[in-house]
């Protein structure tokens, strides 16, 4: 299987903060890879496909970059919606594995 | 446009068979283009894929399940089933339908989840 290993595992940011998250496969994957908020209690939501593309209706401040192994995402300003937690998942292989989960939550 | 809802019992045994179903609407599960799917969320916890169908009938499973998941598809009810055999307490977790794409590129759609409890 593929592994993803996100880091950092848990981050404390103010609003206006510019944010990276990062996420590494333990082999290449090409730019097959997204990146999902999650809220409590609901399903994980779609900010980012095939390693930069940002989904549509996603705020402008979300970006994500990579290729092969190692990606990252950005929130350039953070606003109070998004403290959530942050899943990468890769799609290379038909065993899909996802990274542990990065918890953004409130300095 | 496409939605997906998991439907199945909330509460199970342990020792018992888990079992859900997936209904598509909006959709065709006979594309080509896509797996559909069962992850997985133990309260706290990170997501867990456990396995995928393809509109052919083969299926691909979690190495972690040891057998014990399987997935069946009725395209005729827009339907998709997830069998979790010999279930225990670390079972207990929301489960979601998913579809997967099958070029790696196209993101998850995510059913909405539903939580499965293994207690006696």
């Known amino acids: 299987d593929i592994q993803m290993t996100q880091s950092p595992s848990s981050l404390s940011a103010s609003v206006g903060d510019r944010v990276t998250i990062t996420c590494r496969a333990s082999?290449?994957?090409?730019?097959?890879l997204s990146w999902y908020q999650q809220k409590t209690g609901k399903a994980p939501k779609l900010l980012i496909y095939?390693?930069?593309n940002v989904e549509s209706g996603v705020p402008s401040r979300f970006s994500g970059s990579g290729s092969g192994t190692d990606f990252t995402l950005t929130i350039s300003s953070l606003q109070p919606e998004d403290f959530a937690t942050y899943y990468c998942?890769?799609?290379?292989?038909?065993?899909?594995?996802f990274g542990q989960g990065t918890r953004l939550e409130i300095k | 446009q496409l939605q997906l809802q998991e439907s199945g019992p909330g509460l199970v045994k342990p020792s018992e068979t888990l079992s859900l179903t997936c209904t598509v609407s909006?959709?065709?599960?006979?594309?080509?283009?896509?797996?559909w799917g069962w992850i997985r969320q133990p309260p706290g916890k990170g997501l867990e894929w456990l396995g995928s169908i393809y509109y052919t009938g083969s299926t691909h499973f979690s190495p972690s399940l040891k057998g014990r998941v399987t997935i069946s598809a009725d395209t005729s009810k827009k339907q998709f089933s997830l069998r979790l055999s010999s279930v225990t307490a670390a079972d207990t977790a929301v489960y979601f339908c998913?579809?997967?794409?099958?070029?790696?590129?196209?993101?998850?759609?995510w059913g909405q989840g539903t939580l499965v409890t293994v207690s006696s």
């Open positions: 082999q290449s994957i090409g730019q097959h």
């Open positions: 095939a390693a930069s």
């Open positions: 998913a579809r997967i794409g099958y070029s790696g590129f196209d993101p998850i759609f």
């Open positions: 909006g959709g065709s599960i006979s594309s080509n283009r896509f797996y």
């Open positions: 998942q890769q799609g290379y292989s038909n065993v899909v594995t």
